[in-house]
């Protein structure tokens, strides 16, 4: 497709009701609707060439609803946490990363966006942040879509932001400014051994919900407006690759780590496939 055709494909986004839409899917994601739920998971297992010789149960009978497929957990001992200091945390392909120029993450050529706007304007927390690193994964439709640690967290605030609900995929980002820090968002925030660490679980156009484990699902409700939890006053540490979250149907993460706190692997590059577990970075000395 050319520049021109790719823009205005993604035009409709625009103008099409996308609230309605993913609140429609939602409904859909959580009917249980016995044979007809299983024939749409059949479909969809077809359609996006899903391997389920990895799932804990591969029956697709087993699953009730849609949503319990999509969320549904590994077998034990399918993705092994490496010995390194931060490990990948999702099944997922690479969308950009890199450092943090002063305050603006890469989006694509041509666009980015400030770490204030990403956690909702709140700047004492961005500004942490200032000339640290970012990495955005995109968990496409096939992959696993439970969240993990990258490294050991305790858990301090969690925001949910309010946004729009456009899709996350490769092209929209290429033509969406902005996109991640204007959709729908989960903002976790932890303290590890190296400093703080967010991340950003990001909304999309059917997702039709967040969940973390310490809190259940986030949204909905949704109120329009800033909503957030403190847990300075409660002990919730996370170990390195412990489930910390999941997308009922699938979307973007955006981690943010400090300034001088992580060196990607070398084999690291956009739109590389990457899997939970695996070796992400290595800690600066």
């Known amino acids: 497709m050319t520049e021109v055709s790719n823009r205005l494909a993604v035009t409709p986004q625009y103008l099409m009701p996308k609230r309605a839409i993913t609140v429609f ?22 359609k996006y060439r899903v391997d389920m ?44 990363f890199g450092p943090i120029e002063h305050d603006q993450i890469f989006q694509a050529k041509g666009h980015s966006y400030s770490t204030r706007a990403l956690v909702g304007g709140d700047q ?17 439709p096939k992959d696993y879509h439970r969240i993990h640690m990258p490294c050991e967290g305790r858990l301090r605030r969690m925001i949910y932001i309010p946004g729009d609900l456009f899709s996350v995929n490769p092209l929209t980002a290429r033509h969406v400014p902005s996109l991640f820090a204007r959709n729908e968002r989960v903002v976790c925030v932890f303290d590890t051994e190296h400093g703080p660490f967010v991340n950003v679980l990001v909304g999309a156009t059917i997702v039709g919900s967040m969940a973390t484990v310490w809190h259940g699902v986030v949204n909905p409700p949704r109120t329009g407006t800033i909503r957030e939890w403190r847990y300075d006053n409660e002990e919730i540490v996370l170990a390195k690759g412990a489930e910390m979250g999941r997308f009922l149907l699938g979307s973007t993460i955006v981690m943010l780590f400090p300034k001088n706190v992580v060196t990607f692997h070398p084999d690291w590059a956009p739109t590389r496939p990457v899997r939970l577990g695996e070796a992400m970075a290595a800690a600066r000395p």
């Open 53 to 96: 010789s990895e799932a804990a149960d591969p029956r697709i009978e087993s699953y009730a609803s849609f949503n319990e497929f999509f969320t549904r957990p590994l077998r034990d001992g399918i993705r092994p946490i490496a010995d390194a200091p931060f490990v990948c945390p999702v099944d997922a392909a690479i969308s950009q």
């Open 124 to 140: 004492s927390l961005a500004h942490q942040f200032d000339h640290g690193h970012f990495a955005t994964l995109y968990l496409a």
């Open 25 to 46: 899917a939602g409904m859909v994601a959580n009917w249980h609707g016995g044979p007809l739920t299983h024939a749409i998971i059949r479909r969809f297992v077809a």
